[in-house]
Antibody, heavy 120, light 107 residues
Framework: EVQLVESGGGLVKPGGSLRLSCAVS????????MNWVRQAPGKGLEWVSS????????YYADSVKGRFTISRDNAKNSLYLQMNSLRAEDTAVYYC?????????????WGQGILVSVSS | DIQMTQSPSSLSASVGDRVTITCRAS??????VAWYQQKPGKVPKFLIY???TLQSGVPSRFSGSGSGTDFTLTISSLQPEDVATYYC?????????FGPGTTVDFK
C-alpha cells in the first residue's frame, strides 16, 4: 500500500525556519514527481511546490518563491520542504502528495498532513 | 497565471439528486484538469484526471467532462457519503492551481 508520512511540523515564530520531511513507501519513488500542497485553517487547497523525479526541475507558488526550497533524496525515498522566513500566513496543514511520472502534476496519493503554525 | 474558478461555491441537494459542479479556467488548458474530494477533517482524495478519466476505485456515479476552459464534475445520484468539498486543479503547466472548492451537503 502506498504510504506518505510527513514530519517536522510544529510551532515557529515569524521569521523562523522549519524543514518538513515526507517518507514514502510501496512505490518506486525515483520515478515519480512529488509535491507539497497546503491548507490554511478553514480554507481551500493551495499548491505550494513540485519537483521532478530526478530533481531536474522545481516549481514554486509565488507566495513561497524565494523562501521555500523543495528537494528530494531518491536513495532515502524522502521528500523535503525547507521553509525559511516564515510568516503567519504560512500557517497551514502541509500535505506531501505524489505526482505522476513523465512530469505530470496531478496528485494521486496524499499523506495525512502535518501542521505548521507560525505565531509569536 | 491562469486562474481557476468554481461554481457554485456551495450547494444543497437530496439523496439521489444529480449534482453538477463547474470549473472554469481563465485560459485554455486542454484537458489538463483533475478533481479531488475532501470530506470534513479528512485528506483530499483523487477522483478524476485528464478531465474525464475516473481514477481506479472511484464510484461510477462520478464523472467529468470538458476541455479548453470549461469543465464539469457530475455526481449522477448523490449518496450520503458524497458530502464533501470538491476541488478542481489545473496541471498543464505551473502553477498547478486549485479552484476555490465547492461544498456539497444535504438539504
Amino acid at each position: 500500500e502506498v504510504q506518505l508520512v510527513e514530519s517536522g511540523g510544529g510551532l515557529v515564530k515569524p521569521g523562523g525556519s522549519l524543514r518538513l520531511s515526507c517518507a514514502v513507501s510501496a512505490f518506486t519513488f525515483s520515478t515519480y514527481s512529488m509535491n507539497w500542497v497546503r491548507q490554511a485553517p478553514g480554507k481551500g487547497l493551495e499548491w505550494v511546490s513540485s519537483i521532478g523525479s530526478i530533481s531536474t526541475y522545481t516549481y514554486y507558488a509565488d507566495s513561497v518563491k524565494g523562501r521555500f526550497t523543495i528537494s528530494r533524496d531518491n536513495a532515502k525515498n524522502s521528500l523535503y520542504l525547507q521553509m525559511n522566513s516564515l510568516r503567519a500566513e504560512d500557517t497551514a496543514v502541509y500535505y506531501c502528495a505524489r505526482g505522476r511520472f513523465g512530469g505530470i502534476f496531478y496528485f494521486d496519493y496524499w499523506g495525512q498532513g502535518i501542521l505548521v503554525s507560525v505565531s509569536s | 497565471d491562469i486562474q481557476m474558478t468554481q461554481s457554485p461555491s456551495s450547494l444543497s441537494a437530496s439523496v439521489g439528486d444529480r449534482v453538477t459542479i463547474t470549473c472554469r479556467a481563465s485560459q485554455g488548458i486542454s484537458n489538463y484538469v483533475a478533481w479531488y474530494q475532501q470530506k470534513p477533517g479528512k485528506v483530499p482524495k483523487f477522483l478524476i484526471y485528464d478531465a474525464s478519466t475516473l481514477q481506479s476505485g472511484v464510484p461510477s456515479r462520478f464523472s467529468g467532462s470538458g476541455s479548453g476552459t470549461d469543465f464539469t464534475l457530475t455526481i449522477s445520484s448523490l449518496q450520503p457519503e458524497d458530502v464533501a468539498t470538491y476541488y478542481c486543479q489545473k496541471y498543464n503547466s505551473a502553477p498547478f492551481t486549485f479552484g476555490p472548492g465547492t461544498t456539497v451537503d444535504f438539504k
